[in-house]
């Protein structure tokens, strides 16, 4: 069996309090509190304050990763909706191509900020639209309308080639209508089992999570559907039901999801609740800094950017970004 001067190249050390700046891994023994000690990594993630967006704005759409997104549409001050595109690269947004339809609730995705697909939308007061758009990292084109004109529907479940849309609401309510993206044109595929706009999605067009949203106004629900590339079944509750809320996926599974923020109107109570998805349960982890709804989601469940959103009555510029994984000293017990 190895010994850790083997591995680490040192004997355990004394420090009369922990040091400074540890390596994952490295062992001491802390005098002070009697106790050894050891600087792990953690399985529970934090959410940071960056910096703003530059445009205020709630019901938008975000895609791309934690470094290189890009949030679209929205609705700002006035209750109009806006063309402006955004794009992040891990510190600061920069104003880049406008859509070419100005929109709210608008569902979105993409692997990265220069990559990304817009699609469906309204403009208050509501007129459904149909339209889809397609983003190179400086402009938009518009490309093939969806079957069935919607807004607030999922999005993130997919990229730009290849992505599904699940939900939202048109003349004369919610749906449960699902479209699959091919990269040139939407089918209708297999319905949800519950009506809802203003839902969360995860994951790819074949492998989906539908996640909570609003099957009936003002109520919302905690119900999650799981899609496997022909249909959709019912599967674990998240713990608290709510709509207008951020999600994501990491590594394009759906055993690894990640929801935030969003709001009950029935209360009405606004959330800063998070939660991860392990395949088979939702446990709550550490909230936003800030509970807000209508926000939008970028990245992976490991690396996550939730900006914008509203509070009350009034439009966010705000940032946060989530890791996991951060080191953290430990006890170790020999009891």
């Not at 208050?124 to 084109?141: D, H, L």
């Not at 479209?179 to 319905?191: F, G, I, K, L, R």
């Amino acid at each position: 069996m190895a010994e850790y001067k083997g591995i680490h190249g040192t004997k355990v050390q004394d420090y009369t309090t922990d040091p400074d700046n540890p390596i994952t891994g490295q062992v001491w023994y802390n005098q002070t509190a009697n106790t050894l000690r050891v600087e792990a990594v953690t399985t529970v993630g934090s959410w940071s304050t960056g910096n703003n967006v530059n445009s205020a704005r709630r019901f938008l759409a975000g895609a791309g990763a934690q470094t290189a997104a890009l949030i679209f549409g929205g609705e700002v001050p006035g209750g109009s909706g806006t063309a402006k595109a955004e794009s992040y690269n891990g510190t600061n947004w920069t104003e880049t191509g406008d859509l070419n339809n100005a929109r709210v609730r608008i569902g979105g995705v993409g692997a990265d900020n220069t990559a990304v697909l817009a699609f469906g939308g309204g403009a208050p007061p509501p007129g459904y639209k149909a339209f889809t758009e397609s983003f190179n990292g400086s402009s938009w084109t518009e490309v093939a309308d969806l079957n069935t004109g919607r807004w607030a529907m999922a999005g993130n479940a997919g990229i730009k080639s290849a992505a599904l849309l699940f939900g939202g609401a048109t003349s004369p309510g919610t749906v449960t209508n699902t479209e699959s993206w091919n990269e040139s044109s939407w089918t209708e595929v297999a319905d949800l089992n519950t009506a809802r706009e203003e839902n969360a999605g995860a994951g790819t067009y074949t492998a989906a999570l539908s996640i909570a949203g609003t099957p009936s106004y003002p109520t919302a629900t905690a119900v999650v559907e799981q899609w496997n590339g022909s249909s959709w079944t019912e599967i674990a509750d998240v713990n608290t039901a709510r709509n207008d809320l951020g999600g994501l996926t990491g590594g394009g599974t759906v055993t690894d999801a990640l929801v935030f923020g969003g709001i009950n109107r029935a209360g009405p109570t606004t959330y800063a609740n998070t939660e991860s998805w392990n395949g088979s349960s939702w446990t709550e982890t550490t909230d936003l800094n800030t509970a807000r709804f209508g926000l939008s989601g970028s990245g992976t469940s490991t690396a996550a950017l939730a900006a914008a959103g509203l509070i009350g009555t009034t439009n966010q510029a705000l940032t946060e970004e989530w890791a996991l994984g951060a080191p953290q000293v430990r006890t170790i017990t020999t009891d």
